[in-house]
């Protein structure tokens, strides 16, 4: 029978436990962690983003900071901004939502964070950390998915995995936790040729594509274990109503996979508890040293 890898139930379980370490810390330092996100324009995608992780700090007892700029705002003033956030003792995580406009250089604004302020685990110095398997700020996402698999057991030493995707958001950092995990890890994308095949060698299948219906039921082995990290907006054309998908064809992957994590309720839950996770981390150590 599948199990259902159930992110909502875990990631309200880690909020739960993230409320009870911010208690101890203000009571001991005096204030609580802050988190900056900072959005540019008003993409309503990234708009609600940003409410759920105001929403979620506000649940956890953390201060918000966050800052919402005009879409013509530019890379020094945005810059300064960060500056002015790496000082500031009361911020211990910055976040810039993205996507942003195209005049904004994404990238040098990331490097312009102070790494250990960095909750999105993307500085080089962290990603850095994490290839040569130190300790630091992880990216949220694949963090997310490595917590949800350990909660349920699920065994990494010597599976085959799969991730589809290589971006540096989601599938080299992925790729890279598992391999940490000691599963044999191999990457696919867009140029991959006959994905089909390796993707039923896989015993771990995680993909990050964002394409509703790519993983169907000819490309899973049975009883593998199956992550979807895709999310996508899907308006039925008769009613003009949305939805959220994933990668996976659900109904017809779900009664071959051993485990499965729906969409929505599975790994973006879990990438918000990351995300409140890492800024208690990074309160945490530069408190208390």
Known sequence: MTQTLDGKALAE???T??????????????????????????NPASAAYVRNKERACTKVGIASFGRHFPAHVTQAELTAV??????????????????????LNGVALLHEIDPDKDVDGLHPLNMGRLMRDERGLRS????????????YEIPFVGKEALVIGRSILVGKPMALMLLAANATVQIAHGKTQDLET??????????AVGKPGLITA???????????VGINRVVNLDTGKARLVGDVDYGA?????????????????????MLLENTVLSYQERLGG
Do not use: F, Y
């Open 17 to 42: 436990q993230l409320i009870t370490q911010v208690t101890a810390g203000q009571s001991q330092w005096g204030r609580p962690p802050g988190l900056a996100v900072l959005m540019v324009g008003d």
């Open 253 to 273: 992957v779900a009664p071959l996979a051993g485990a499965i994590t729906p969409v929505p309720g599975g790994i973006g839950p879990m990438t918000v508890a």
């Open 198 to 207: 390796l993707a039923r060698r896989a015993d771990i299948l995680v993909s």
């Open 140 to 151: 949220c996402t694949p963090a997310g998915v490595m917590r949800l698999l350990k909660e």
């Open 82 to 103: 960060i500056h002015e956030l790496n000082g500031d003792d009361r911020v211990d995580g910055i976040l810039v939502q993205l996507p942003l406009p195209s005049h």
């Open 13 to 15: 379980k880690i909020q």
């Open 218 to 228: 000819a490309m899973v082995k049975p009883g593998a274990v199956v992550v979807d």
